[in-house]
């Protein structure tokens, strides 16, 4: 998911990370306690004194102990975020992802935060639905699918390779290189010809939402909840259409964007699983018509599909972080008058002309490079950040809920997503200790991570393959 790009708490993000935002945990795990070998029965019996074992208390794992150990668990489970945001001016020869550039994703920082697999994201802005808005919609989404392919086959072949089914994710995992998949959000750019499905699918696609933030032609957004205003009161024909193609093509149907009646529809028709690729539960946070029902949850259970909850900041506990914004907010303003300067929201900073707001931005970056070292003691103390504890308990929610087999991790990194913590790639090794804190198991793990995606793929593409026979095609 795009968001706004002058939200404060992104604009810090990357001088929070320099000054240590990893979380702090106190808590640790018991380890089971192995009870004493038993003897075979013989047939003297055992002298009186042998009669009661001598028993001790197990004592607790170290933190040491359990840092180490779920190093080990992170290390051997494919680690895999499900929606990450992309710029193509980063997918230039001289500007690119083999260079730890100023964004939340990027090669290196997959290296050191040993994440193995990057979904990124055909990301198109919902807009008319008119051919002009298509065109260009069709343009945007084009140059974005040629980026990802243009890193996998040119900028950095070596080190990262398109993956389209689970088992080249498996094969590229084990040669020791990163793996992109490609997911489109917005499935707007296909215009009104549903041939496009096939297109998409062939140029990578495996998964696609039927709509963002708007109504497109195929589906009902969420956002109709803002001003009870809806297109097509769910589906529209097309979207019913589109459902059917990406079911036969072998594209996962995306329900983190559309409205509640969409996805109710859309499960309902839809005869493979299907995937939220990003979204929280909204049973802890109400406020939020981004996240998901338990009824939704639920029927994507049943269906057999997989929920990647998602670490949006605002999603996951929206009150804790507008209190935290203010407070943030409030450290900048004083800082900014200490300058001389004037601190705009970023409505006011986006109506600006090109010249103004790079001027505006200098400011900006000025005024976070000195709020950094003054967060913990002037914002977090009053405030506290969202974290990845906060994350998790929307994980444990969904697994307590639907079961650990549908849930999964998302970070819609470079898209608005990060909590402290898990502010970008290179802290993802803070989500799996976080999980083994809380006693998750090394395969609970791994399904969580990964294994539980790659399931919903080989079902979604062996039912394609099962209604492109029976069509004869």
């Known amino acids: 998911m795009s968001e706004n790009l002058n939200d404060p708490t992104r604009v810090i993000r990357s001088f929070r990370s320099r000054w240590a935002l990893a979380v702090t945990f106190a808590s640790s795990l018991l380890l089971a306690a192995c009870g004493p070998s038993e003897t075979p029965a013989t047939s003297a019996p055992a002298p009186a004194a042998a009669a009661a074992p001598e028993t001790s208390t197990p004592a607790a794992e170290s933190e040491e102990a359990l840092i180490e150990r779920a190093r080990g668990i992170h290390e051997r489970v494919i680690v895999m975020d499900t929606h990450v945001d992309i710029n193509t001016a980063n997918f230039a020869p001289d500007t690119n992802y083999v260079q730890d550039l100023d964004t939340q994703v990027n090669l ?37 699918f040629s980026a990802i392919q ?96 990406m079911n036969k093509w072998g594209i996962i149907i995306d329900v983190s964007h559309p409205s509640y009646e969409s996805n109710k529809e859309t499960i309902e028709l839809s005869r493979a699983p299907v995937m939220a690729s990003h979204s929280s539960a909204r049973a802890l946070d109400p406020s939020v018509s981004r996240n998901l029902y338990d009824d939704e949850l639920l029927a994507i259970r049943d269906n057999g599909g997989v929920v990647q909850a998602v670490a949006f900041r605002s999603y996951v506990d929206s009150e804790k972080q507008s209190a935290y914004t203010q407070a943030l907010r409030t450290l900048q303003a004083d800082i900014a008058d200490d300058l001389g300067y004037t601190l705009l929201t970023p409505a006011e ?29 002037e914002v977090d103390v009053v405030a506290p950040p969202v974290d990845v504890s906060d994350f998790v308990d929307h994980i444990d929610y969904m697994v307590e809920l639907i079961g650990v087999d549908h849930v999964g991790i998302s970070g819609d ?49 062996r039912i394609a393959e099962e209604i492109q026979a029976s069509e004869g095609v």
Do not use: C
């Open 108 to 144: 290196p920082k997959m290296e050191a935060g040993d994440m193995d697999v990057a979904w990124f994201v055909v990301y198109t802005g919902q807009g008319p639905l008119t051919e002009e808005g298509f065109a260009a919609a069709e343009a945007n989404a084009l140059d974005k």
């Open 150 to 245: 243009r890193l996998a086959t040119e900028i950095a072949p070596d080190q990262i390779e398109l993956a389209y089914t689970s088992d080249d994710v498996r094969r590229i995992v084990a040669s020791g290189k990163k793996v992109a998949m490609i997911g489109v959000e917005n499935a707007y750019p296909m215009g009104m010809d549903i041939g496009n499905v096939r297109r998409y699918y062939e140029l990578g696609a495996r998964y696609a939402s039927l709509s963002h933030n708007g109504h497109s032609q195929f589906a009902d957004s969420n956002t109709g909840e803002n001003d009870d205003i809806w297109l097509h009161n769910g589906l529209s024909d097309l979207g019913r259409e589109a459902i059917a193609e």
């Open 349 to 377: 900073a986006r109506a600006l002309d090109a010249d103004a707001r790079t001027a505006y931005l200098a400011q900006l970056s000025e005024i976070n490079e000195l709020a950094a070292p003054r967060i913990a003691a």
């Open 413 to 461: 990194f470079d898209g608005g997503g990060g909590v402290t913590g898990w502010a970008d790639a290179s802290e993802t090794f803070n989500v799996t200790l976080e999980l083994v804190r809380r006693g998750y198991s090394e395969e609970e793990i791994a399904k969580i991570w990964g294994e539980n995606v790659l399931r919903v793929l080989d079902e979604v593409q």
